[in-house]
Structure formats: structure tokens, C-alpha cells
């Protein structure tokens, strides 16, 4: 063999180990390298769309609490326009027996109409013929078409699995007759009519109990409730109960003074006062950052013209 063709040999070899060094795989180096540097992409990616679902849950939190403290509100606003009277610092504990986690907070008497049912059936209607001792009563209700009905608001602390929230609202409600035996005229226990001229002194003809699966019914969870260690200031209004639980003041009312709302003068007044706490289901229990506490508030005139006397008259 000539030394032209070892020359060319040679360089064929070395061609040869050139591309094969230049086509090796990564080193370990390369690929930890590869490995740390897809993990802190995909932890950035990841801790993004984790903080954007936080971020969602809360909003959607507070949104739909003030939604629900706007509508519980609304409600009770809505309401108190048809009481012919509002209890203003009366122990309204005197009139029902709560339980001890159930807190009186507004109370008021206003005018329902009979049938209370919009369908009525059977014995939800009234009497077809009035008759025997309760013909009087049967003949006056027939005309008038309603009853007074006794209507308390009251917060109670929430300790069930069932409702959300540090409490909530709850409506109770005493009406004259059984609304399931109507037509029989079915008194409710311990209910009297209260004097029109002096709703202040009525009292029930026996203790009359709270109860939530009976004559009581939540209005709305998610109430907040935190001891504000003072009482809040209702300026020429009075407090509608004489104590709040605990200094509390996530719920209550403050109350025209009867003096300054005469027939003669201005309609009965009320201020509704209502704190949710949207927290909890935001994750954020016990936050008390006022972005998790929606606050509302509705000024209200009972506008009943029951008892009352036009002006100039």
C-alpha cells in the first residue's frame, strides 16, 4: 500500500470520529440542568393558576354574600313598610321564649290577610257558613279579611354543619289562627289580639317557645358576629332592643321614637343595619379584613295607614 492511500485512510478515520463526537448524547450536568429549569417553569405556571382560583373563590365569595345580605335586607325593608308598629327598646324576650342562642333583635306587629294561603285548600280557607259561638268572629273576619301578626328578627349563632358563617338571621312569626285550619277558626296558642291604641302592653295568654322547625324560619347565613365592645349610637333613634349579644353589632335597628312619629306627624321610622362575613367561604376564616365584610344599611317608613288619622282632620 502507497503512502498516498494510508494518507487518505486516515483522514477517512478521523472524518469518521469527528462525527461521531460532534452526534454524542447530553452530559448529566446538561440534563439536571433541563430538569430544574422545566420545574421552576411549571412551578410558576402552576402557583399562577392556583393563585387565579384563590382569587376567583374569593370575589365570587363576596359577591355572592353582599348579593345575600342585599336581598335579606331588601326583604326585611320591604316588610316593616306594612307594620302598623315597631317594638323600640322592649325586651322583646317578654312576648316569646328563645333558646339561649337566639337573640331578639327587631320586632313589629303588622296586618295579613286571610286566607294567609295565595291557593288555599280545604281547611286553609275560611268557613264556607259561620255558625255556633264563633259566628260573630267568623262574620267580623269575613269582612276585615285579616289579622295582626306578630313578626320578630333575630340572629342566632350559627352551630350546626348545615349553615354557613359565623350566624344568622332568623323570622319568627305569630299569626292569630292555625294556617292549616283555618276554616275551623284554630287559634294559635297563647295569641290575643293586641290592643290597637297600646301595642306596647301586649302579652301572650301563655309562654309562647321559639321554635325553627315550627314558627320560625332563616332568612339568610353568613351573618357576621364579633363583639364590637361598644353599643352603637342611634342619635335621636332608639335602639330597637335595650341589648345587643355580646356588643355585637352585625345586626340591628334603630328605631323613630313613637313621641316624634304621631298620627298627626311623621310615619313610624326604622334603620336596619346588617354585617355578612364572606371569610369562611372565601378560605379566609376569621379575616377580618373589611373586603370579607359587606355592610348595608336601609332607611324605612312604615307606611300603613292602619289607625291613623289624615291631616287637617
Given amino acids: 500500500m502507497d503512502e498516498n492511500n494510508l494518507n487518505y485512510i486516515l483522514k477517512a478515520y478521523l472524518r469518521f470520529r469527528k462525527s461521531r463526537s460532534s452526534n454524542k448524547g447530553f452530559t448529566i450536568l446538561e440534563i439536571l440542568m433541563a430538569i430544574l429549569i422545566t420545574a421552576m417553569v411549571l412551578y410558576a405556571m402552576l402557583s399562577l393558576v392556583v393563585n387565579l382560583l384563590g382569587l376567583e373563590k ?80 267568623c262574620y267580623q273576619l269575613k269582612t276585615s279579611r285579616n289579622t295582626y301578626t306578630l313578626v320578630i328578627y333575630s340572629l342566632k349563632r350559627d352551630n350546626t354543619e348545615i ?46 317557645n321559639y321554635s325553627e322547625a315550627e314558627n320560625a324560619d332563616v332568612l339568610v347565613d353568613l351573618v357576621d358576629y364579633h363583639p364590637e365592645g361598644a353599643v352603637p349610637d342611634c342619635g335621636d333613634y332608639m335602639l330597637s332592643t335595650p341589648t345587643l349579644p355580646d356588643n355585637n353589632t352585625s345586626f340591628y335597628a334603630c328605631v323613630k321614637p313613637r313621641e316624634t312619629a304621631t298620627n298627626a306627624g311623621e310615619f313610624a321610622e326604622a334603620i336596619v343595619y346588617l354585617r355578612g362575613n364572606a371569610a369562611e367561604r372565601a378560605g379566609k376564616r376569621g379575616n377580618r379584613n373589611s373586603v370579607y365584610l359587606p355592610s348595608l344599611q336601609r332607611r324605612v317608613q312604615a307606611r300603613s295607614v292602619f289607625n291613623r288619622t289624615p291631616p287637617g282632620f
Fill in 58 to 137: 374569593r370575589e365570587t365569595a363576596k359577591n355572592q354574600v353582599q348579593q345575600d345580605m342585599g336581598q335579606a335586607i331588601d326583604y326585611i325593608a320591604t316588610e316593616l313598610k306594612q307594620a302598623v308598629y315597631i317594638y323600640e327598646g322592649q325586651d322583646l324576650e317578654n312576648l316569646v321564649s328563645f333558646p339561649d342562642e337566639v337573640h331578639p333583635i327587631l320586632g313589629f306587629w303588622k296586618i295579613e290577610k286571610v286566607p294567609y294561603r295565595n291557593n288555599p285548600e280545604g281547611n286553609q280557607k275560611l268557613p264556607d257558613s259561620c255558625s255556633g259561638a264563633t259566628a260573630s268572629e
Fill in 163 to 208: 349553615w354557613e358563617g359565623p350566624a344568622r338571621i332568623t323570622r319568627f312569626q305569630l299569626r292569630k289562627y292555625d294556617p292549616e285550619d283555618l276554616a275551623n277558626l284554630t287559634k294559635t296558642p297563647g295569641y290575643v289580639d293586641p290592643d290597637s291604641s297600646n301595642f306596647a302592653d301586649w302579652s301572650p295568654t301563655e309562654v309562647i
